[in-house]
């Protein structure tokens, strides 16, 4: 398996029934995404589950010793499009980042929110092809690190702009 597939970057044509099972409807903009099976670096699957009783708006955890990552679904509809897909591949940087697997500091943990924030900038930038405007409505969606907002959407935009 390639690397391309093993992180989702191409998208499956087949339907499976795994989507509407786990409650996301296929006309979803999440629908096409989870056609397609996604790997950490230990050739695990990652599984979606969307869980109305997570307090947590989306979070990856390997906790039960199995790649998981949890969507909040009421939370998670209410967001256009472009951030759905946004905050779906930044959970799935977590795990291309082994950021799961490590205890983190505060501040190798804002690095790793960092990280899965470009990571999810380029899927949508390199791979989906989404324009400037569609870009620009992410910024918003990034929320603050240490209570400093700009931080993290300065830092997205650095990533996106290829300079660090």
């Known amino acids: 398996m390639n690397r391309k597939t093993k992180y989702g970057l191409l998208l499956s044509a087949l339907l499976s029934g795994c989507a509407s099972q786990s409650g996301v409807a296929k006309n979803s903009p999440l629908f096409p995404f989870l056609q397609t099976k996604y790997y950490n670096h230990y050739e695990q699957e990652i599984q979606i589950v969307f869980d109305s009783q997570k307090t947590d708006n989306a979070v990856a955890s390997a906790v039960t010793g199995f790649p998981i990552i949890y969507f909040n679904p009421e939370w998670i509809g209410k967001l256009s499009p472009e951030k759905q897909i946004f ?10 980042f082994d950021h799961i697997y490590k205890v983190l500091t505060d501040a ?40 400093n907002n700009s931080e993290r959407q300065t830092s997205l935009k650095n990533c996106l702009e290829n300079r660090f």
């Open 87 to 96: 905050v779906f591949y930044h959970e799935i940087g977590h795990f291309r």
């Open 108 to 147: 190798q943990y804002i690095q790793a929110q960092k990280e899965a924030d470009c990571y999810s900038g380029k899927v949508l930038r390199d791979k989906l092809h989404y324009n400037p405007q569609q870009m620009a409505s992410i910024y918003e969606l990034v929320g603050p690190l240490n209570g």
